[in-house]
């Protein structure tokens, strides 16, 4: 089934790659259409998240992030399967650095590098930064559960010259690149929610009390690697624009958990710029009254 279901939906989606960008674009006009107005696809958990972390505006100007944010996730995901075959010089030239003389300079430094970037804007499009460095360039992912369709994803990764890391294989696989010596860029976007079971650390985002991904930091700290902020902007529709922002000088001196913290800030001032393009249609914020308070052990003496 998993074999069917990918040959009947590859040539489609390599149909639409091809298209030329205005007609891309009228076509994920008609997909918003349906997803938004037909299928009500997630509507709620997008209005419940918008109600939850942007208390100050009004339901009429949540209701306007709404139905922004929906033309733009579906710019998105057809902007994905652009990537089929979108061409590297085309990519550069719609996805732009304010500052690609960070990395140069970050390279020199001798280090491998951990990206940190959020769901926001156009994550996917990031890739095409592995032709601007020398270092090899990979990013974190959860492997897509049809075979087919993650060996498609992995395909089109590297037509631009990057690579995937599953995540739960990124740890082993990262040591031995640390092991031979080979340097490189780590992507990871870590604005998600983890597993409640798996949760080892809180933090607010957007004023509210979450479990939070420290895998990135951690790492960094373990290996002894530099890290970076990505802040992508949507310039306008088709086209994005990244900068590169210093985290901190030596992950491996800070204290724990406080460059997760530093990131979460840089993400929140993305979210609260431009709401819309933030990805609100996870729900980030199930796990709100869940966390375990540590036990306390009683202090009382005894006679």
Known sequence: M??????LAYPLLWVVSKLP???????SDFIYFLVYRILGYRKATVRKNLALTLPHKSEAERRIIEKEFFKHMCD??????????ISDEEMKRRFTFTNL????????RGKSIILMCAHYASWEWLMVMSNYVTFESYAIYKKIGNRYFDSLVQKIRGRHNAKLIESKSSIETM??????????????????????????????????EVPVYTGAEMLAKRLDMNMLFVKVE????????????PLVEEPK????????????RE????????PEHYFWTHKRWKHIGKKKLPSRKSTTTHA
């Not at 003389?101 to 020199?108: D, G, I, M, Q």
């Not at 949507?234 to 922002?245: D, E, H, I, N, S």
């Not at 001196?253 to 979460?264: A, M, N, S």
């Open 234 to 245: 949507k310039v306008k529709r088709g086209y994005y624009q990244a900068t590169l922002v």
């Open 267 to 274: 993400v929140e001032r993305q979210i609260l710029q431009k």
């Open 21 to 27: 960008f205005r007609v891309f674009y009228a076509l």
């Open 175 to 208: 040591e031995q690149h640390k092991k031979s010596g080979m340097k490189a860029f780590y992507g990871f976007a870590s604005d998600q929610s983890p597993q409640l079971t798996k949760a080892k650390y809180w933090d607010t985002f957007m004023g509210i």
């Open 76 to 85: 998105m995901f057809m902007e994905m399967v652009k990537s089929m075959s």
């Open 101 to 108: 003389e960070l990395a140069t300079e970050y390279e020199k």
């Open 253 to 264: 001196d800070v204290p724990d958990y406080e460059i997760t913290g530093l990131y979460l």
């Open 2 to 7: 998993q074999l069917l279901a990918y040959c």
